[in-house]
């Protein structure tokens, strides 16, 4: 059965970086979305960032508004890992952050789409 590993988070303050990354254990098809969602005790697990058809000629990448331009998400095939790199860091981007996969394109609306979650990885940033 398929598992994913999160790594990678820390305590930064506002401002600063950090880089996610999200390995499986066994190879992800190009035809599976690979996406990172968030969660804070206060709030829904919402989508952040997603990609898809990486054995395409145009990989598809989906951000949520509030990272656009300051996320990248990207996929290492001969790693199996997933990535993520936070730039500019907001005190409302803290959440544990999880790795996830499932058929067909991402929907970052909808959580239901994964079917594989990984056990998530903490992101803490101070003002």
């Known amino acids: 059965q398929l598992k994913l590993v999160e790594s990678g988070g820390g305590s930064v303050q506002a401002g600063g970086s950090l880089k996610l990354s999200c390995e499986a254990d066994?190879?992800?098809?190009?035809?599976?979305?690979m996406a990172w969602f968030r969660q804070d005790p206060e709030k829904e697990r919402a989508g952040v960032a997603g990609?898809?058809?990486?054995?395409?000629?145009?990989?598809?990448?989906y951000y949520a508004d509030s990272v656009k331009g300051r996320f990248t998400v990207s996929r290492d095939n001969t790693k199996n890992t997933l990535y993520l790199q936070m730039n500019s860091l907001e005190p409302e981007d803290t959440a544990m952050y999880y790795c996830?996969?499932?058929?067909?394109?991402?929907?970052?609306?909808?959580?239901?789409?994964?079917?594989?979650w990984g056990q998530g990885t903490q992101v803490n940033v101070s003002a």
């Open positions: 066994v190879w992800i098809p190009s035809t599976y979305c």
């Open positions: 990609i898809y058809g990486i054995y395409t000629g145009s990989p598809a990448s």
């Open positions: 996830a996969t499932g058929n067909g394109p991402c929907d970052l609306t909808d959580m239901k789409t994964m079917r594989t």
